[in-house]
């Protein structure tokens, strides 16, 4: 699986948008870019994906690298709600099944 | 409320028990994925199952196993437990196996082997 890298932590204010940058340096053109987060106590949950383009849905928008080195994920406005931590995972299409290899996230500090 | 039910919530065993963890796909949820969320490990995927087969393979112990019932639920059977083998497990589910399909995780079950 091709490798992502993501800062440990941020932190954010209550109401304030939240840039979450991830490293995909050896993604190859059938790589998916998908976000999960998993709130305290919780299962993750999926936040967003895409491929190529951006991509924006009620949770959040994914901006996307021209050379898909690198992506962001953008919540517009963090609530206390969206502490977590968030993971970039890229899902390969030459891989057998579609499972999720999670790496250690970004941790989300939001403070009121 | 995601949709899929993982039972028990909370489990608490001894070393060298066997256990069985059950998971019931979101309805028309055709496959299934358990993975495990310890500590030192983090979140690693287990085994991935579609309509009954199994489809995926990841870093599951020989003391493991699963099967995907024709109703669609899914267990995973732990033996020969150890303390390593303390962690959080979730299950999650999907409608199909394409790459852009959500994967939808269950609030986990909770091992404590002792």
């Known amino acids: 699986d091709a490798k992502t890298t993501q800062p440990n932590s941020m932190e954010s204010n209550e109401e304030e948008p939240v840039h979450l940058p991830c490293n995909h340096s050896t993604i190859s053109g059938t790589d998916y870019i998908h976000w999960y987060r998993q709130l305290p106590s919780q299962g993750p949950e999926y936040v967003i994906h895409?491929?190529?383009s951006n991509v924006n849905n009620r949770m959040a928008s994914l901006a996307i690298a021209e050379d898909r080195k690198s992506s962001t994920l953008i919540l517009h406005r963090a609530t206390l709600r969206d502490a977590a931590v968030y993971y970039c995972i890229l899902r390969d299409e030459q891989a057998a099944g579609n499972k999720l290899t999670f790496g250690g996230g970004t941790r989300v500090l939001v403070k009121p | 409320d995601s949709g899929v039910t993982q039972t028990p919530k909370h489990l608490i065993t001894a070393t060298g028990q066997r256990v069985t963890l059950r998971c019931s796909p979101r309805?028309?949820?055709?496959?299934v994925y358990w993975y495990q969320q310890s500590l030192d490990q983090g979140l690693q995927f287990l085994i991935q199952?579609?309509?009954?087969?199994?489809?995926a393979k990841g870093n599951i112990l020989e003391r493991f196993s699963a099967q995907q019932f024709p109703d669609l639920h899914s267990e995973l059977n732990l033996s020969s437990l150890e303390l390593g083998d303390s962690a959080l497990y979730f299950c999650?589910?999907?409608?199909?196996?394409?790459?852009?399909?959500?994967?939808?995780f269950g609030p986990g079950t909770r091992l404590t082997v002792l």
């Open positions: 895409g491929l190529t």
């Open positions: 309805s028309g949820d055709l496959s």
């Open positions: 199952y579609y309509n009954g087969e199994e489809r």
């Open positions: 999650a589910s999907s409608v199909g196996a394409g790459l852009d399909n959500e994967q939808f």
